[in-house]
């Protein structure tokens, strides 16, 4: 199988490669050939809107051989009169922002500097990113996540007198985070409850389909001893367990979830806090759904099976395919707060 997807895979990931090396390879030489052709004093004609495009698009490869051969590169500036750094900001390019930093010998210099109207590069962070931006990530709450992250990014990089500092507009960087992000937050704080209940409801039933299933037992008791028939049965054994797991996970689960429903939707609260709330409820979740289909078919087996074995086939098909639709399902929204989560690692 592995074979099979590198034989099928590996193709389409050489031909991006040769891609790349030929990309860059056209930018070296259309690079010497402008330093062939040209005056230094001529050459920012050629390198500014390249590199103004490549820091918006986050193409920091494309920055950092532009920057090499043309130094004055990096002093290029847009129309509004924002540098590269601080264009950077402005657009989430994480990888040209880390770049520049550590490329460029006046750190102390970005810490402080302002654009035409006294912001910092803290007032720039807080304002709302491009659409462009924000559709990369799925969902109000991963977008406001993204955004705090990138927020406390720079935060950690400017001075610490810059942080509380008002711009032209009397304006502090958080009282522009804030009303940028205003809209946003009431989304992703609809977001969250209307998924988190959905999620509550379901815990709530597997809850008292396993606790209506750990009272009656599969077969039965034994009408003398109250003791259940299948006592001795391997499968029994696989039932209770599984029971008693999905039973334990689905009331984590769904307690979890409600913390998240009464818990107050603030900034900090969408930073770390309640997504990581959700990731656990979701495993959870999970873990009782899987549990919860183990005793079914355990069930099943016990019932039906004793003496037709072929039985197992069926049940193990039909106890995988609510675990896989799950999967499929709900785990992408998982995946999306762990990509998210992870935030801009790497950067300073």
Same mark, same amino acid.
């Given at each position: 199988?592995?074979?099979?997807?590198?034989?099928?895979?590996?193709?389409?990931?050489?031909?991006?490669?040769?891609?790349?090396?030929?990309?860059?390879?056209?930018?070296?030489?259309?690079?010497?050939?402008?330093?062939?052709?040209?005056?230094?004093?001529?050459?920012?004609?050629?390198?500014?809107?390249?590199?103004?495009?490549?820091?918006?698009? +986050?193409?920091?490869?494309?920055?950092?051989?532009?920057?090499?051969?043309?130094? %004055?590169?990096?002093?290029?500036?847009?129309?509004?009169?924002?540098?590269?750094?601080?264009?950077?900001?402005?657009?989430?390019?994480?990888?040209?922002?880390?770049?520049?930093?550590?490329?460029?010998?006046?750190? %102390?210099?970005?810490? @402080?500097?302002? +654009?035409?109207?006294?912001?910092?590069?803290?007032?720039?962070?807080?304002?709302?990113?491009?659409?462009?931006?924000?559709?990369?990530?799925?969902?109000?709450?991963?977008?406001?996540?993204?955004?705090?992250?990138?927020?406390?990014?720079?935060?950690?990089?400017?001075?610490?007198?810059?942080?509380?500092?008002?711009?032209?507009?009397?304006?502090?960087?958080?009282?522009?985070?804030?009303?940028?992000?205003?809209?946003?937050?009431?989304?992703?704080?609809?977001?969250?409850?209307?998924?988190?209940?959905?999620? @509550?409801?379901?815990?709530?039933?597997?809850?008292?389909?396993?606790?209506?299933?750990?009272? @009656?037992?599969?077969?039965?008791?034994?009408?003398?001893?109250?003791?259940?028939?299948?006592?001795?049965?391997?499968?029994?054994?696989?039932?209770?367990?599984?029971?008693?797991?999905?039973?334990?996970?689905?009331?984590?689960?769904?307690?979890?979830?409600?913390?998240?429903?009464?818990?107050?939707?603030?900034?900090?609260?969408?930073?770390?806090?309640?997504?990581?709330?959700?990731?656990?409820?979701?495993?959870?979740?999970?873990?009782? @759904?899987?549990?919860?289909?183990?005793?079914?078919?355990?069930?099943?087996?016990?019932?039906?099976?004793?003496?037709?074995?072929?039985?197992?086939?069926?049940?193990?098909?039909?106890?995988?395919?609510?675990? +896989?639709?799950?999967?499929?399902?709900?785990?992408?929204?998982?995946?999306?707060?762990?990509?998210?989560?992870?935030?801009?690692?790497?950067?300073?």
């Amino acid at each position: 199988m592995l074979i099979w997807i590198y034989v099928s895979v590996s193709p389409f990931i050489i031909e991006r490669v040769r891609n790349h090396k030929d990309a860059m390879k056209l930018l070296v030489d259309v690079i010497t050939l402008i330093r062939e052709k040209n005056h230094p004093s001529s050459y920012h004609q050629y390198y500014t809107n390249p590199i103004l495009e490549a820091t918006r698009q +986050d193409a920091h490869e494309l920055v950092e051989v532009i920057v090499f051969w043309f130094p %004055n590169a990096i002093l290029s500036a847009t129309e509004g009169g924002h540098n590269i750094i601080q264009y950077a900001v402005i657009n989430r390019s994480g990888k040209v922002y880390n770049l520049l930093y550590q490329m460029n010998e006046h750190r %102390n210099i970005y810490r @402080t500097m302002k +654009d035409s109207s006294g912001n910092n590069l803290l007032h720039l962070a807080a304002r709302l990113a491009p659409s462009n931006k924000l559709k990369l990530f799925p969902g109000a709450a991963s977008q406001i996540q993204r955004e705090l992250q990138w927020f406390e990014v720079v935060k950690r990089f400017i001075c610490p007198l810059s942080i509380t500092q008002k711009n032209s507009l009397n304006e502090t960087p958080q009282t522009i985070f804030t009303r940028e992000h205003k809209e946003l937050m009431i989304e992703a704080e609809k977001w969250m409850k209307s998924t988190v209940k959905s999620y @509550t409801i379901t815990a709530a039933l597997i809850i008292t389909i396993m606790f209506a299933a750990g009272i @009656t037992v599969p077969g039965g008791s034994n009408q003398e001893t109250g003791i259940p028939i299948f006592t001795n049965n391997i499968a029994f054994t696989v039932f209770a367990i599984s029971d008693a797991i999905s039973l334990s996970a689905a009331f984590t689960s769904m307690l979890i979830f409600l913390s998240i429903i009464t818990a107050p939707f603030s900034e900090k609260g969408f930073l770390q806090e309640l997504p990581l709330k959700l990731r656990i409820g979701l495993s959870t979740l999970f873990i009782s @759904t899987t549990a919860m289909m183990v005793a079914f078919g355990a069930t099943l087996y016990l019932v039906f099976g004793q003496r037709n074995k072929w039985i197992l086939i069926p049940i193990a098909v039909l106890a995988y395919e609510p675990i +896989d639709s799950f999967v499929n399902l709900q785990f992408p929204v998982m995946l999306d707060f762990i990509s998210t989560a992870r935030g801009y690692q790497g950067i300073l």
